[in-house]
């Protein structure tokens, strides 16, 4: 027995962004922070999450302007550096994450952290962060790091996307990003519900401004 569906991948993305404009209330965001916003949507299959999108009125300028630069993307899980598509980086920027490296074990037992707090503290050993994209969607104790480092260092990130997901810190490390008088450009999802899929989605937006380019799902 066949079933009716649609199965062109341009038009599926088409009718979900419409479904999600006619259902989203998006109408606190500037039109750059919009796209990235029913991006985000879109990934999560929730509009609801619109209320509860955090940002600076800057942050899609200065991600996508460091980005024209060549900026790194850091990234706090494979499954967020995964997910971001390299075709749509306007420079081949580097993704760089840490997360499997042999080293990063030893680095969190010696400082007594998460091995995802030793990667940043590598990002800004390495003079990485200064300038970089920050793209956050597993790890809040990576998120807290980043703002301690960056306090601690004077290294500043163009833009933080700080969607970590989970019971334990994750809303109050984005609390404590929208808090912070560091000054920071920033994009957060508030509260426990976020993830890599959704940090992935921002980014990909970010990169890239036509919702149905590759589309093929």
């Not at 990576?142 to 969607?163: D, K, Y």
């Amino acid at each position: 027995m066949g079933h009716a569906y649609v199965n062109n991948g341009a038009d599926i993305y088409r009718e979900s962004f419409r479904i999600i404009r006619a259902e989203a209330d998006l109408s606190r965001f500037p039109a750059d922070v919009e796209h990235v916003a029913v991006r985000m949507i879109h990934s999560a299959a929730d509009p609801a999450i619109a209320a509860d999108i955090a940002f600076t009125p800057g942050v899609v300028t200065a991600a996508r302007t460091a980005l024209e630069g060549g900026a790194d993307i850091l990234c706090d899980s494979s499954m967020t550096a995964t997910g971001i598509i390299r075709s749509r980086l306007p420079r081949d920027n580097q993704v760089i994450c840490h997360i499997k490296e042999p080293r990063l074990a030893e680095l969190a037992k010696v400082g007594h952290t998460t091995k995802t707090c030793a990667a940043v503290d590598l990002w800004a050993a390495d003079d990485r962060l200064d300038g970089a994209v920050v793209a956050i969607g597993n790890a809040p104790t990576a998120l807290f790091r980043v703002l301690e480092v960056v306090a601690r260092t004077g290294q500043r990130p163009a833009a933080v996307i700080g969607i970590p997901v989970g019971f334990v810190g994750a809303a109050e490390s984005k609390q404590a990003l929208v808090d912070s008088d560091l000054g920071l450009e920033y994009l957060a999802l508030l509260g426990r519900r976020g993830g890599s899929a959704i940090a992935v989605a921002a980014i990909n937006a970010i990169s890239s401004w036509d919702e149905v380019e590759n589309s093929h799902i």
